[in-house]
């Protein structure tokens, strides 16, 4: 199975919140799951990636939560600021270094002024 | 440095028309791709690149063509378009394969 389910499709936070993100696969042969931040009219450009050796990892605001056990991952968005406002896709990439991505459906993030 | 470039930005069509969607990148990467993104359905591999000469089918390639003369050039054409091939259309490159892939803003095409 070479699909990513991701959760919710779209959310909405005050600013200063925290925004989180699901998504789970079925794939154990997936390697590499990086994070894309989307804004309207551009682009995807990569937040944020981990591998499936650490469960943790972070990068200023935004920390990415791994479960291998439970197939799942998670994007965190610490003190949500209004410039955060975009859509965010988990994405995945089989072990071996396949050029293939599957992304998610995506995640449109509203923060609140 | 202007990384990913497409052209043209906005692009409509008429039923059974042709037209090829230009990309080229100058960061000497490898790897290039083509997606496209419908809304609410994420991003879709049409093709893939792995350098020049070499190309492979993505996940949606039916009513696609691509090729790869060059490293810095990926043309997607749309031959006998259909409504449902309103999409965005993006380019993407990579330095290898696990590596991050750059985008470029996207080609809007509405086919009437």
Known sequence: QQQVKQSPQSLIVQKGGISIINCAYENTAFDYFPWYQQFPGKGPALLIAIRPDVSEKKEGRFTISFNKSAKQFSLHIMDSQPGDSATYFCAAQLQGGSEKLVFGKGTKLTVNP | ?112
């Not at chain 2, 359905?41 to 996940?59: F, P, Q």
């Not at chain 2, 993006?90 to 696990?98: P, R």
Request: charged share 15%.
């Open chain 2, 1 to 112: 440095n202007a990384g990913v470039t497409q052209t043209p930005k906005f692009r409509i069509l008429k039923i059974g028309q042709s037209m090829t969607l230009q990309c080229t990148q100058d960061m000497n990467h490898n790897y290039m791709y083509w997606y496209r993104q419908d809304p609410g359905m994420g991003l879709k591999l049409i093709y893939y690149s792995v350098g020049a000469g070499i190309t492979d089918k993505g996940e949606v390639p039916n009513g696609y063509n691509v090729s790869r003369s060059t490293t810095e050039d990926f043309p997607l054409r749309l031959e006998l378009a259909a409504p449902s091939q309103t999409s965005v259309y993006f380019c993407a490159s990579s330095y290898g394969a696990v590596q991050p892939q750059h985008f470029g803003d996207g080609t809007r095409l509405s086919i009437l």
